[in-house]
């Protein structure tokens, strides 16, 4: 039993004109660097299937996804947010994104994978309870671990964020609700600019521009490893982004390959102590093709090793 990546191929067709980061060619640049390293002979691969509305309604309001639904354009690009936009198939794609999360969900605590890492976009983390921002309509990670509460009972789960920017929309959904222990390293001051004030487990992990990967591994493991530890999830998820790389000018971290394997590493350590070697990543930012696709191969290769 090993990883299993979860993608669709309405995942490419969510585009939103020729010039924008957040373009198809970012799965491309994962699959052609899962080839290069060998790492597709030894990974099972599944196709997604579209999240339900139902689903969508555990972490969003019902209002909101019904807004999104109705605002699909049949041809050209409707605005939601700022640099937020849906073209004729965009609300297709998010639907798989959102569903290959679930689908990740069933699978490893079915125990048919061990870990999944979910290769889709839209993105999800800047999604609010009732609010699409910076690229993101539905929050994937938080439709997940919603799901696996519903759905599993679950009742601990840490959800770990290493995006360059701050995971507003997970921190948002889940600010009340203690079931979840949410990490977010974020380069501050800087985009999404409304870091939440955090609580006793919504863990914010503000660096300044520039942080290298020895001052983030301290940080991160004298502020949140230990708490993950004492918290003892019963599921561990990721919203994996690579937006903190140095050759990434979407942020201004100077993070490099094996700054991603070493977290990837430690976190895999604490879900074999914790819960069976149970985690589901599913991909957030990262837009330089070429370090994209590299550090996805690091990061996979931490969590499997
Ligand atoms: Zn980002």
Redesign the pocket.
Known sequence: MSLVMISHPSCGFHEVGDDHPESPNRLHAINDQLIASRLDAIIDKQQATQATKEQLYLAHDKAYVDSVFASVPEQGIVELAPDTQLGPRSLEAALYAAGANVMAVDLVMQGKAQQAFCAVRPPGHHAEYAKAMGFCFFNNIAVAAHYAMAQYGLERIAVIDF???HGNGTENIFFDDERVLFCSSFESPFFPYNMGPGNEHILNLPMPAGTYGDEFMQAIGDKWLPKIDAFAPQLILISA?F?SHYEDD??HFNLVETDFHWLSAELKKLAVKHCDNKIVATL??GYALNALGRSVIAHIKGIME
Do not use: A, K, S, Y
Request: proline share 0%; aromatic share 0%.
């Open positions: 995006d360059v920017h982004g937006d979407m942020g957030e930012g």
